[in-house]
C-alpha cells in the first residue's frame, strides 16, 4: 500500500470520526489527529525524496552499465582488430619464409651442404717422415707420422692429400738432406703434375722448402715425390722432413 493510500485512508478516518462522533470530538484528540497527519505528511516527504534519490541512482547505475558496455565492445572492438592485423601479419611472415626456403631448396643441394659443413669444420693437415730413407727416381716420399688430419684428407699409408672439397689449398714441404751426400730435388705433384719443387744441397745437411697455393677440386690429389736422382740420395727422417696442407677456402 502506498504511503499517499495510507494518508487518504487516516484522512478519510479523521473526518469520519468528527463527523459522527461530532459531540464527542475534544480538542485534544483533534490536535493528536493533526499530529498523526503531520508526521505522516513527513514521512511521505522523505519516502518520496528517497525515491527520487533511489530513481536518480538508478538511472546513474543504467547510465554506467550503458557505458561500461560501450567501453566493454570498443575494447573488444579494438582486440578483434588487433589479433585480425597479428594474424595478417604472421601470414604473410609464413609465406615470406616458405618462400625463402623454397629459394634455398634448389641452389642449396645436400652434398653442397654437407661440402660447406666439412669446409667449415676444419681441413688440415700435417705430417712427417720417421726414418731417413734413401729414395728412388720419383718415389712418393710418405710421410708417415701424422701430427693433424683434420677431414681426413692426408693418406699416411700412401703419402696422398686427397681434396675433400673443391677449393683454394695451400701445401708445404719442407725437406733435409741426410748427410752429405747429393742434391735433394723434391716436387710437390698435383694429380701427376708438378706444381711446386724444392731443392736441398747435401753438403751441410741442408734444408729445401717449398710453399704452393693451388685450386682442387674434390677428389684431387697431392703428394710429395723425389724426382730427380740418378743415385738414390737420402732425405732425412726423425721429423726433418715434413708435409703439410689446409683449405684456405672452399668454393
Ligand atoms: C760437397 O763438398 C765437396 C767439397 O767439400 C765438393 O767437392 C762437392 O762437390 C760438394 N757436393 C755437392 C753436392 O755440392
Ligand atoms: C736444416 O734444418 C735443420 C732443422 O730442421 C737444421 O738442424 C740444419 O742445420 C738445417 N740445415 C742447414 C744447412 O741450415
Ligand atoms: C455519545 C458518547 O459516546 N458520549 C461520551 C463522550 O465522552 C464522555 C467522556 O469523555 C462519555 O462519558 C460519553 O458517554
Keep these: 500500500m502506498s504511503p499517499i493510500t495510507i494518508l487518504q485512508l487516516v484522512c478519510m478516518s479523521m473526518v469520519t470520526t468528527m463527523v459522527t462522533c461530532d459531540s464527542n470530538v475534544t480538542k485534544e484528540t483533534f490536535s493528536s489527529l493533526q499530529q498523526q497527519v503531520q508526521a505522516l505528511q513527513t514521512a511521505l516527504l522523505r519516502q518520496n525524496a528517497e525515491n527520487q534519490q533511489l530513481k536518480a541512482e538508478h538511472r546513474e547505475l543504467m547510465d554506467s552499465m ?19 592485423e597479428l594474424k595478417e601479419h604472421f601470414e604473410k611472415r609464413l609465406e615470406d619464409h616458405a618462400a625463402e626456403s623454397n629459394e634455398l631448396k634448389d641452389p642449396w643441394p645436400k652434398t653442397l651442404q654437407k661440402r660447406v659443413s666439412d669446409a667449415t669444420s676444419g681441413i688440415g693437415f700435417s705430417a712427417s717422415l720417421s726414418t731417413t730413407t734413401a729414395l728412388g727416381d ?4 710418405v710421410f708417415d707420422t701424422v701430427v693433424t688430419n683434420d677431414g681426413n684428407g692426408y693418406d699416411s699409408r700412401h703419402g696422398h692429400f686427397t681434396a675433400p672439397v673443391t677449393g683454394l689449398y695451400a701445401f708445404s714441404v719442407t725437406v733435409m738432406c741426410y748427410g752429405s751426400e747429393s742434391y735433394l730435388h723434391v716436387a710437390i705433384i698435383k694429380d701427376s703434375q708438378q706444381i711446386g719443387v724444392a731443392f736441398a744441397n747435401g753438403n ?16 684431387q690429389s697431392v703428394w710429395v715425390e723425389h724426382y730427380y736422382d740418378p743415385s738414390g740420395y737420402k732425405i732425412q727422417g726423425s721429423a726433418y722432413s715434413s708435409f703439410s696442407g689446409f683449405l684456405i677456402q672452399a668454393y
Design 138 to 141: 720419383h718415389q712418393i716420399i
Design 204 to 219: 751441410n745437411s741442408d734444408n729445401g722448402s717449398k710453399l704452393v697455393v693451388v685450386t682442387l677440386q674434390e677428389g
Design 66 to 84: 550503458k557505458r561500461l558496455a560501450i567501453d566493454k565492445q570498443e575494447q573488444k572492438d579494438h582486440f578483434e582488430k588487433r589479433i585480425e
